[in-house]
């Protein structure tokens, strides 16, 4: 542990690189672009432009769904290139992997196998459960002898976990987060508007109802069902609440598994501490509410909720 000086969280819409002595981090879109020749053509958020764009001579990939690698060699591929561009100058050295808790033991090994692969100057591999790295990154003391309830709400996955004496006493990992409000967005619109609209524009209008802006609708842009040719829409930002809401409460009903299978000593502490929620999901302007609704004790988003494993990252390599 004392080695690691860079600490990698593989998400599925980000891809995250913190290093030991810097406050700042490096934040890119986890995606990478080849051409046919299957060359290179671009990584991160240039990849990211090409998207729902590119000519059939352009394939962009994304390597990670639902928290764990989808495409192992071209995540691998990806790393390696983001690695040797970004931190070329650092040598030997440790790496650091968040990783979520509730996977298979060949999953994990996956993510091992990665680091190993992705660099020639890895000197060693150290794999940390995500849930931990949130935890910290929420402002938990994650070592005290107290039990606390963490939620992470992030891009394709959603982890729900009880943490204590610096482990975690049991961990959930449901199949479903942002992109999935994205996707309801995108069917929603084309049934009731009769617009095909793409994902960027499902997301641009979820982050419109996430900012709480003034206005009651956004311009979305898309073709027109009916005639085939490009079109523009007003569509209410409220329609966002109604699959937001519904996902939260799914949320709920698993929370309440996990309460219900832990101790009553740890299910009082969390009682007494309230519940933390991180992850992007948690810049929903009535996550918080709606939990608090549902069980009537204190909800905790911190500051930066997307950014909280790679804070908590920053944190743990420091030690």
Not at 83 to 112: C, Q, S
Request: some cysteine; hydrophobic content about 40%.
């Amino acid at each position: 542990m004392k080695t690691a000086q860079l600490g990698i969280e593989l998400g599925t819409r980000h891809l995250r690189i913190c290093t030991r002595d810097k406050e700042e981090f490096l934040k890119i879109k986890n995606m990478i672009a080849f051409d046919e020749d299957a060359k290179l053509k671009a990584f991160g958020n240039e990849a990211f432009a090409m998207y729902e764009k590119q000519p059939y001579s352009i394939h962009v990939v994304k390597p990670m769904e639902h928290g764990v690698i989808s495409d192992y060699t071209n995540m691998r591929y990806l790393l390696g290139t983001v690695l040797d561009h970004y931190f070329k100058r650092i040598r030997k050295t440790g790496l650091m992997i968040a990783v979520p808790v509730d996977i298979t033991n060949v999953e994990k090994r996956a993510f091992e196998d990665l680091a190993w692969e992705s660099a020639s100057r890895v000197k060693d591999v150290t794999l940390v459960p995500k849930p931990i790295l949130a935890a910290i990154g929420s402002g938990i003391d994650v070592n005290a002898p107290c039990g606390n309830m963490i939620i992470d709400i992030g891009a394709s996955t959603t982890e729900i976990s009880v943490i204590s004496l610096g482990g975690i006493v049991t961990s959930r990992l449901l199949p479903y987060g942002g992109d999935q409000i994205d996707e309801w967005i995108r069917d929603y619109v084309k049934k009731n508007y009769k617009l095909a609209i793409g994902t960027r524009s499902a997301r641009h209008l979820k982050l419109a109802y996430a900012k709480i802006e003034d206005k009651e609708s956004a311009m979305i842009k898309g073709r027109d069902l009916v005639s085939g040719l490009p079109k523009q829409e007003k569509i209410p930002i409220q329609i966002v609440e109604e699959k937001a809401h519904s996902q939260v409460r799914d949320i709920c009903v698993q929370v309440k598994a996990v309460l219900e299978s832990i101790t009553p000593e740890l299910a009082s502490d969390i009682m007494n501490q309230g519940i933390y929620v991180s992850g992007g999901g948690a810049a929903f302007p009535k996550t918080a509410e709606w939990i608090k609704e549902e069980f009537k004790i204190s909800v905790h988003i911190a500051d930066r909720p997307e950014d909280h494993v790679i804070l908590g990252m920053q944190s743990y390599l420091k030690r």
